[in-house]
């Protein structure tokens, strides 16, 4: 994956919500979504997060601006501060999000050295495809929301070394780690069982996040709720703490 030259990227958007996935799920936080995604996962709901435009929005109580990309560190840990809701009192958590943020782990690293110093907590949400780029700025993610791809969701390609390699890499810096398998009609449980056996060791460490997907754009089909029972099953016969947890955002219908 290709680095980026300085601590710059480009978004998407900058926006305060509900967090809707992973042990967080209901907590009100910063999101700042880059643009940039090496995948093309079958259940994607961001497409517009593939490339970059010229210019990214910022959400905030008076309104909607734009921003020209890329973008620099300072003035994304800036607008992160400035669209926080007056209302907000909780300790301030910014989720970087995508796209791929791991595309750019120096942006990544510089945010989070300058939000965390002030008592902010950063969260990355990746697919955790580099485990390099994203050991390069772990020492400043206090949470890792990584995505384990099934191969079904990919076209069959298999990034199970790397997932394994970025939750090992946050747990030894002391990030909490949540591991997010959503499981889409056409998963093979030969999969999700090959997926938990690489997983084991790490299994009492991390926080396992079933997810069913949710019918959009390329996927159209729910998941049978008798294939979602048996995953869970599959899940908790090898120890693992799992939760499931639909995309809670989109039943709210905030972003
Ligand atoms: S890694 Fe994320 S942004 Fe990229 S295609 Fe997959 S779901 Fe979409």
Redesign the pocket.
């Known amino acids: 994956m290709a680095k980026e030259p300085s601590a710059r990227a480009p978004l998407v958007e900058v926006f305060w919500s509900i967090q809707g996935e992973g042990r967080f799920v209901g907590e009100t936080m910063g999101f700042l979504r880059v643009a940039t995604?090496p995948?093309?996962?079958s259940?994607?709901?961001?497409?517009n997060?593939y490339t970059a435009e010229p210019t990214f929005l910022v959400h905030a109580a008076g309104g909607s601006s734009r921003e020209p990309n890329p973008v620099g560190a300072a003035r994304a840990a800036d607008l992160a501060r400035s669209s926080r809701p007056a209302t907000h009192r909780a300790t301030p958590r910014l989720s970087i999000t995508?796209?791929?943020p791991l595309v750019f782990p120096s942006f990544v690293s510089a945010i989070g050295a300058t939000l965390r110093a002030e008592g902010w907590r950063i969260h990355l949400e990746t697919?955790a495809i580099d485990s390099a780029a994203f050991l390069a700025c772990a020492d400043q993610v206090d949470h890792l929301s990584a995505?384990w791809k099934l191969p079904e969701t990919i076209d069959g390609a298999d990034h199970g070394d790397s997932h394994f390699a970025c939750c090992e890499t946050a747990l030894a810096h002391g990030a909490t780690v949540d591991v997010k398998i959503v499981l889409t009609p056409a998963f093979a449980d030969a999969s999700l069982v090959r997926a938990l056996e690489r997983l084991a060791p790490l299994r009492e460490r991390i926080l396992l996040i079933l997810q069913p997907v949710t019918p959009a754009l390329r996927e159209q089909e729910p998941l049978p709720a008798s294939r979602l029972i048996a995953a869970i099953a599959l899940a908790e016969q090898r120890g693992f703490i799992t939760r499931t947890l639909p995309q809670a955002h989109k039943m709210l219908r905030v972003p």
Do not use: M, W
């Not at 259940?43 to 497409?47: A, L, S």
């Open positions: 995604c995948l093309r996962c259940y994607c709901d961001t497409p997060s995508g796209g791929e697919a995505d």
